[in-house]
T-cell receptor, first 113, second 114 residues
């Protein structure tokens, strides 16, 4: 158990819908990262928050957004969902801003039908 | 552009045999280097990391990796593979200036035969 909690574990939704994925980082970790894992693209970095502020952005679509709340949990919002958004979404956390050791959650498997 | 290459998509090794998984990176400076393992249905677990210093690093579960600057490589090794090592292995690099974004290779699936 990495200490990073992601909910829900599985999510099935229809095209055009909006979903919210939730991540609780390890106790004391200030950085939260979101990754998308798909068969064709592999593991892709989406976005990083540190202590409530966005600090790095990767290949995140405009239809996707994230935030980190004062209690340090984070949410990834995916809207206008398409079939191609079906993937495993991972959250990771680390103590520092610099990613010297990130701990990953077990992921949320999103299926868009 | 920065990238991480894992040339082997799938490797099969006999139980008890040695293992080497290859990783090459493309980056100007010395990056932070990582190996992660992902078991089916699980998240990623950090095996080991290299930032600087001794180029041979030891990790968990009996794994080690060697950083070779001249070859831009960071290969993962294990002297004797156990059936429980069957999983997908990812090499990753932290490349941005702030040292935050992990860039992953495509992964190598390890199968262990008895």
């Amino acid at each position: 158990d990495s200490g990073v909690t992601q909910t829900p574990k599985h999510l099935i939704t229809a095209t055009g819908q909006r979903v919210t994925l939730r991540c609780s980082p390890r106790s004391g970790d200030l950085s939260v990262y979101w990754y998308q894992q798909s068969l064709d693209q592999g593991l892709q970095f989406l976005i990083q928050y540190y202590n409530g502020e966005e600090r790095a952005k990767g290949n995140i679509l405009e239809r996707f957004s994230a935030q980190q709340f004062p209690d340090l949990h984070s949410e990834l919002n995916l809207s206008s969902l398409e079939l191609g958004d079906s993937a495993l979404y991972f959250c990771a956390s680390s103590v520092e801003l610099k990613n010297t050791e990130a701990f990953f959650g077990q992921g949320t498997r999103l299926t868009v039908v | 552009a920065q990238s991480v290459t894992q040339p082997d998509i799938h490797i099969t090794v006999s139980e008890g045999a040695s293992l080497e998984l290859r990783c090459n990176y493309s980056y100007g400076a010395t990056p932070y280097l990582f190996w992660y393992v992902q078991s089916p249905g699980q998240g990623l677990q950090l095996l080991l990391k290299y930032f600087s210093g001794d180029t041979l690093v030891q990790g968990i579960k009996g794994f080690e990796a060697e950083f070779k600057r001249s070859q831009s490589s960071f290969n993962l090794r294990k002297p004797s593979v156990h059936w429980s090592d069957a999983a997908e292995y990812f090499c990753a690099v932290v490349v941005n200036q702030a040292g935050t974004a992990l860039i992953f290779g495509k992964g190598t699936t390890l199968s262990v035969s008895s």
